[in-house]
Structure formats: structure tokens, C-alpha cells
């Protein structure tokens, strides 16, 4: 993974506007984290793997005015944030506004999977992040937690934190609670 340091001084809005104008190389996810703009090659195809078994069984349980979006950039200016979730549940609605990300407050899950490159991104800053948004869950199939495969909810967020509702390593179930009242077994995950 790669890094672009915003210069001193620039804004948000001009973090954002370098987020969206420049030519990056295709197939990456770009992010902005704390105000430093990331490239990451694409995901592994095990971390494919684990979102669309997770996304498989989202859309079984939203209802019918929900996605489940893979690409959607949602914002999170308070922490000089522009996060690409691995897998985003919202409101069709939230998506009718013109432009390239939906406020991260207009999420209902966020998951995300980590990567070596990335998993202190997605185990702190995002968590912060998401909290601070108040997105009411937060998903985290880390593959390089230092235990051993773990699987994270977090949720009941305040201010910048949010609470550990439940976690399970690789093995697993995992219980989402309503809206989705769902239940992930994560022995179909893989973990290497």
C-alpha cells in the first residue's frame, strides 16, 4: 500500500477534490484515511471469497429498499475520512444524491476485511471512523488479527468509540443483531 500526504494547509474539500480528480491506477481502492490518501492493490481472492459469502447472505435478510453496495465510498469529514467499506448495507435512497460517496451516518453495516497491508487502518482509524459517523455496525473479519483469525462486531457508537458486541475467531458463528438478525458461520471463511 501506498500513501499521498495531503500538503499543509489544504482542506478537506481539497483532499477530496485530489481523492476524485486524479488518475489512479485502475482496479486499486483509494482511500482517504486521516487525511492521507492510500492506494491498495485489489483484495486477494480469499478476501473476495469471505465478501460475497458475507453479501450472499445480507440480501437474504435487508429489506427490499436496501443494497448491499462493494465500491460505494461513503464520508466521514469529521475524521478527514473517505472510506471504501469491502461490503456497505444502506437505503437505496442514500444513493440518489449526485457525487461519489453518501455520508457514512446513512450506513447501516459497514464490513470490512482486512488485508496485511491495511489491518491497522480497518482495526483503528475505521473503527473510530464509523463510530464517529454513528454507524450502528461495524463488521471486521480480520484474517491477520494477531490471535489468529477473528470476526468483530462493533457497534453502540459514541463520539469515536465503539463497542465490541461480540467477536469469534475463524470457526465460528456470529450473530448480527436486528435490523439483520443474522447469523454468519464463519467456517466458511477462509483464513489464509
Not at 500526504?5 to 483532499?15: K, R, S, T, Y
Not at 481523492?19 to 486521516?34: A, F, L, R, T
Not at 468509540?161 to 439483520?180: D, N, Q, T, W, Y
Request: hydrophobic letters at 45%; a negative charge.
Amino acid at each position: 500500500m501506498s500513501a499521498l500526504a495531503a500538503e499543509a494547509g489544504q482542506g478537506w474539500d481539497d483532499v477530496v477534490r485530489l481523492w476524485h480528480e486524479m488518475d489512479w491506477p485502475e482496479g486499486c481502492k483509494v482511500e482517504i484515511i486521516e487525511g492521507i490518501i492510500t492506494v491498495a492493490p485489489s483484495p486477494a481472492n480469499q478476501h473476495n471469497s469471505i465478501a460475497e459469502k458475507i453479501q450472499r447472505r445480507l440480501y437474504k435478510v435487508i429489506p427490499e429498499d436496501w443494497g448491499v453496495y462493494q465500491t460505494q465510498a461513503v464520508a466521514v469529514p469529521a475524521r478527514s475520512g473517505m472510506y471504501i467499506p469491502d461490503l456497505l448495507v444502506a437505503p437505496e435512497t442514500a444513493l440518489r444524491e449526485p457525487g461519489h460517496s453518501i455520508p457514512a451516518a446513512e450506513a447501516e453495516l459497514v464490513v470490512e476485511i482486512t488485508s496485511q497491508s491495511n489491518a491497522n487502518h480497518d482495526r483503528i482509524a475505521k473503527v473510530a471512523g464509523y463510530a464517529t459517523a454513528g454507524v450502528p455496525l461495524y463488521l471486521l473479519v480480520d484474517r491477520w488479527a494477531p490471535g489468529g483469525p477473528t470476526v468483530t462486531l462493533y457497534g453502540q457508537p459514541a463520539s469515536d468509540v465503539c463497542r465490541v458486541l461480540s467477536a469469534a475467531p475463524f470457526g465460528e458463528k456470529i450473530h448480527l443483531p436486528a435490523p439483520f438478525d443474522l447469523t454468519l458461520d464463519t467456517a466458511e471463511f477462509p483464513s489464509a
